[in-house]
């Protein structure tokens, strides 16, 4: 009989106590005498239990382990139509450049790719006569690179990069 009182008096309190605090959506309560649980982080999805930290507070990787910082400064010289035109790209945010052509028209780049073997750039010359957009896609090796550019104007042309 004094089992079964206290059992009842326990389970009184324990329904008193969640009557009285306001007890948050989501909130893991131990419960005594009982086996097993919740007790830990939540959402595991590791064969121990524990969900991967990032470490140290250093910003997680871009798209994959193969992904570097963007340079301050890409210099690039286009090959076509028989003639070299350069260009300064200066890091604007991201991978966000702008620049001025040496044949005059002022254009954006923004770098999509920009792994240890690969790069990948997108152009957009501001509203002029003749302004193009085009795609340059190129291999990399270290402070270098280049590849092949498909132009708006149906053109294509070679191009190198350093910085």
Known sequence: MAAVTLTATI?????????????????????AGSAGGSVGKRDKSISDGFAPETGGGRPANRSSGNEQA????ININEHAFG??????????????YQGTWSHGYVTKFIVTSFASTSMKMERTDNPAFGAVT????????GNRASGKAAISNGFTSDWDASW
Not at 11 to 31: E, M, N, S
Not at 70 to 73: A, D, G, I, N, S
Not at 134 to 141: I, L, M, N, V
């Open 134 to 141: 085009g795609s340059y896609t190129g291999s990399r090796t």
């Open 11 to 31: 389970f009184c309190l324990q329904a008193r106590a969640q009557d009285d605090l306001a007890i948050k959506p989501g909130t893991v309560l131990a419960q």
């Open 83 to 96: 003639r070299t035109y350069t260009l300064a790209l200066h890091n604007t945010g991201g991978g966000n």
């Open 70 to 73: 963007f340079p301050k400064t």
